[in-house]
């Protein structure tokens, strides 16, 4: 499979200032020399706690915000550099969905109208016909589980789960080859949650897509990827294929993430990783490694320099000195 997206050291330092003067005191360093392919048709789960920089690589990747430095491929071709009239082509192709699907539609808007719109804007106005529009809408409302009768309504008349499938079917009706998911599933009930993955799944099989599946959360993480990239404070720390990921992780943060989730019967006998503290604040990273200071296995070395990456194996890399030389 070939590279649909390749991010080559990708930073983003928002500004600090004081206030007053609008003098720069210093930066909160949300991304650091992130270097991140996706290959086309597949899903690729980003997870890390809140504050680790995964929902700011989303909006980098898109666009929405414009990285401090560092190049977004896009089918080989850096969308960074593009003016916004050039754009117009990869809006189509590269589409959002976010966590709240409440906040992220209009309450104003009926859910017909809501998904038209995008239909509207991506065409010269009134250049698409009603039937046409009406075709494409049933078409995807049909792939998305709405019935035909809540296109009258507003979106405060739905579920969260409804709400969410309708946030899907308008992030879709542009035909888009590229999703980013951030968090989408994260403010459902745990039952909603597997209908609306599943609902993700069948729609990646049926429409061929590629995808950035982020969240916080494992074993959702686990359910619906097929490679996993962890992040920490702005970092990426290991990646691998899923199955290589579960049963050969080497980073001491990912296996601390593991042993976060819940199992029904557990092995007291086995040592486990418990994260302590909360994340380091990314305006004052540590030096070094950025993991260092909640790492049990921390060495002297890792307080002064930042490991590489060493690779494992093929398509398993991991930024930790554990593994330098191989003898993890
Ligand atoms: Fe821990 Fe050192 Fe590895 Fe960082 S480089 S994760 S501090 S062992």
């Given amino acids: 499979m070939s590279n649909l997206f390749e991010m080559k050291n990708l930073n983003m330092h ?18 650091n020399n992130v270097n991140l392919d996706i290959k086309e048709n597949e899903i690729l789960g980003l997870v890390g706690e809140s504050g680790s920089g995964k929902s700011t690589l989303g909006n980098c990747i898109l666009k929405l915000i414009t990285p401090t430095s560092g190049e977004v491929l896009f089918k080989g071709e850096n969308i960074l550099n593009k003016k916004k009239n050039e754009l117009k082509e990869f809006r189509k192709n590269a589409q959002m969905i976010f966590q709240n699907p409440y906040m992220s539609l209009n309450p104003r808007m009926k859910i017909y109208d809501i998904l038209k719109e995008p239909l509207i804007i991506n065409k010269k106005k009134d250049k698409k016909d009603k039937k046409e529009i009406n075709q494409k809408i049933k078409e995807i409302i049909n792939l998305t589980g709405i019935r035909e009768e809540d296109l009258n309504r507003y979106p405060h008349e739905f579920s969260g789960g409804q ?38 799944l069948e729609l990646k099989q049926h429409l061929n897509l590629t995808m950035l599946f982020i969240s916080h959360d494992l074993s959702v993480i686990k359910y619906i990827s ?25 980073h001491p943060y990912t296996e601390a993430l593991l042993n976060a989730v819940p199992v029904i019967s557990e092995d007291k006998k086995t040592k486990k990783i418990i994260l302590k503290g909360d994340i380091p604040s990314p305006q004052n990273p540590p030096q070094g ?33 554990l593994c330098e030389n191989k003898y993890c």
């Fill in 14 to 31: 928002y500004p600090v200032t004081d206030g007053l003067m609008g003098n720069i005191k210093g930066y909160v360093y949300a991304l």
């Fill in 163 to 200: 709400r969410q499938r309708i946030a899907i079917a308008r992030a879709i009706i542009t035909n888009p080859i590229f999703i980013v998911a951030d968090e989408p599933v994260s403010a459902l009930d745990v039952s909603i949650q597997a209908q609306i993955i599943n609902l993700m």
């Fill in 226 to 250: 097929d490679t996993i990239a962890v992040m920490y404070l702005g970092e990426i720390v290991e990646i691998a294929e899923k199955d290589e990921l579960f049963n050969n992780h080497k």
């Fill in 289 to 321: 490694c950025k993991f260092h200071t909640r790492c049990p296995y921390v060495m002297e070395k890792c307080k002064t320099r930042a490991p590489e990456f060493f690779e494992v194996s093929q398509n398993h890399r991991v930024k930790c000195f």
